[in-house]
Every structure is written in C-alpha cells, then in structure tokens.
C-alpha cells in the first residue's frame, strides 16, 4: 500500500496539507450544476463557493425539500448585493433511497433540455447502526453510497455524454462523485464470506450478521470505487476523448457535516471531538469539490483525486483477486439495476 493510503498518510494531509482555493479569475458565469446532498455540509459549502465564483444556474439535488428550500434562501443571501444578475437556485427532489426517486430527477433533467456543465454527486450516509431501507430491503448505506449513487451515474453519463457530442469544442461536462480515502481501509470481509459460503455477496452485505459498524462506510465506499473503475476501463476510447469527464474526489475528513449523524452517546461525543482535532472545516473540504467540478479538467478523466490533485486509487483492484471482485461488483450493480433501468444503455458508453 502506497504511504498515501495509510493512516499516517491520512494524518499527514489532515494537519499539514491545505486544499487551495479556486483562482480568483475562475469564472463561472453562464455555466450550469447539480449538486446532491446541497442542503447540508460539504455540499452546501461547495454550493456556496460555486455562487461565489458566478455560478449562473443550480440545481440543489436534496431529499428534503423543505431543508433544501432553506439551503436556496441562505445561499442567495449570503451572496453580495453587487451580484448582479443574481443566479437562478432550483430545489430539485432527490432520495437516493428510492431508485424511482433517482429515475424521476434524471427524467426530470431531460425533460428541462437544460444544459449542464458538472455534477457533483456529493450525498451520502455513515451509518452506525443497521438500517434497512424500505425501498429496496438493501442495508442502507450499501443503497445510498454504491447502488443509488451508481443508478444516478449510469443515467447521467448519457445525458451529458450527448451534451458533449452536440457542443463540441466547448469545455466537456463532469461527473464527480465525492469518495473517501477510508475505501483504503476496507476489511470487506463481505467478499471473502460470498465465495467461502458461495452465497451472492449482496446477501451477506443485506444479512445483519455481518454489518461491521467500523467497516461499512469503507466498504461502501470502496463498492463504489471498484464500479467507478469498472466503468471508465469500459468507456469507448472515443467517449473517454470527447465525452463527459469522470472522476472521483476526496474533500479529506472533515467537522461541520453531517456525515456521522447517526454516531450517539460517548461514542458519538469522541467522535465528534476527534473531528474537531483532526477535521478540516467543511469549507476547505468543499475547495476540493470545486477542483473536481469545475477546474481539474481532462486530466481528472478517470483518476481520483485528493487536495485538489491526483492522487491513487484504494489499490483493491491491482491484484488478480481484487480484479475478479472489481469484474464481480460490476455484474452484481448491474444486476440489481436492471430492473429499474435499460443496461442495453450501457452499449453507447
């Protein structure tokens, strides 16, 4: 494992790394987004800096509406008064606990003919107690970080895929969905358990017994990652080229989201305590979703980044039994998507 992805690593970048802030020419004006899981954290304060940098049109992807209805008014008002004309803030409803919630934004989107110039897929879940949710019967953090997050991906990458194709020359469209280095960190014990029991791995993710609370957000995470990787080394060459840009990005460990808010008691108050030492504010986090969105450009096509540069992948994939487990989590996501989605989509990536 490279130093970058060992906990000495991780404490390094947390205490003596800094993420830069956006050039102060960046200029977004003109330009549109999306970003999930706005209402709050690391999306809300990423909203804010891309307003900040003249941002004409966003979208605040929230479950609910009524906090993401809070989250326009605060944006707007923290805006300078000589920001003339001000941008136009949508709430848009999106749960990614429903694959019918995923399906009717992205229909939605479609349906608007607007055009879209990054999308940051910033929502997510750390759970520290078993859920299940209601929707699917999947555990939930399995559903909101690897599976939804992949349906929404998988339905975007069209959409802007095509909005490439038709604006050609124009700066191509981003999709960057926000990882964590802690995918380096996974037991994932899961898979191991699926081939020894021969037992389809996202049963034993589902089966309570083997919820592991100090493991699962890694997991997910890491889930996540491997489809990404699957993904990109499936793009034609010519998509990979011209087509919208993918990437991975990690804003660091950080205090002021609400990431852990299922963490109670003494735990949760230690935990709480420990982000306060080792945290970055979420607003310096969010300087690294900016990066990923909007400045780090071609380069950023498949690569996962960190402070705002590139940085390596949880390295899971580089064996051959990573390899295989890569090629199985693939299958399985497309699997679970197929009844909710046409893969015969995935022809054209």
């Not at 929502?123 to 939804?148: K, P, R």
């Not at 039994?321 to 996501?333: E, S, Y």
């Amino acid at each position: 494992m490279p130093f970058y992805n060992t906990y000495p690593g991780f404490l390094y970048r947390q205490f003596l790394v800094c993420p830069p802030k956006a050039p102060s020419t960046t200029s977004l004006h003109g330009k549109a987004g999306l970003v999930t899981g706005s209402n709050t954290g690391l999306g809300y304060q990423a909203s804010a800096q891309f307003l900040a940098l003249g941002l004409s049109h966003l979208i605040l992807a929230v479950r609910n509406t009524s906090k993401g209805e809070a989250a326009r008014k605060s944006l707007l008002a923290s805006l300078p008064a000589s920001a003339k004309p001000p941008p136009l803030v949508e709430v848009w409803e999106l749960d990614l606990g429903s694959y019918a919630s995923v399906t009717a934004f992205v229909e939605r989107l479609q349906q608007s003919d607007l055009q879209i110039d990054f999308a940051l897929l910033n929502a997510g879940v750390a759970n520290f107690h078993y859920i299940v949710n209601e929707s699917t019967s999947h555990e939930t953090s399995m559903q909101i970080n690897w599976l939804s997050t992949a349906l929404l991906t998988l339905q975007l990458l069209p959409i802007l895929d095509r909005q490439a194709a038709q604006y050609p020359g124009q700066t191509r469209p981003v999709i960057s969905i926000v990882s964590s280095e802690t995918a380096a960190w996974a037991q994932f014990k899961e898979a191991q358990i699926s081939v020894k029991e021969n037992i389809p791995l996202l049963d034993v993710l589902d089966d309570k017994e083997h919820f592991d609370m100090a493991d699962r957000y890694y997991t997910s995470k890491l889930l996540y990652q491997l489809f990404f990787l699957e993904l990109f080394k499936r793009r034609s060459t010519s998509k990979r080229s011209t087509g919208a840009i993918l990437n991975l990005v990690n804003p660091g460990f950080c205090y002021g989201s609400e990431l852990h808010r299922t963490a109670e008691g003494v735990f949760g108050k230690v935990l709480g305590g420990m982000k306060r030492v080792i945290g970055r504010s979420t607003s310096m986090g969010a300087r690294t979703l900016v990066h990923s969105s909007v400045l780090a450009g071609d380069e950023s096509n498949g690569r996962y980044l960190s402070d705002c540069k590139s940085a390596p992948f949880a390295g899971y994939g580089d064996s051959d039994a990573g390899r295989i487990t890569q090629g199985r989590v693939w299958d399985l996501t497309l699997a679970e998507l197929s009844s909710v989605m046409d893969i015969e989509v995935l022809s054209e990536i």
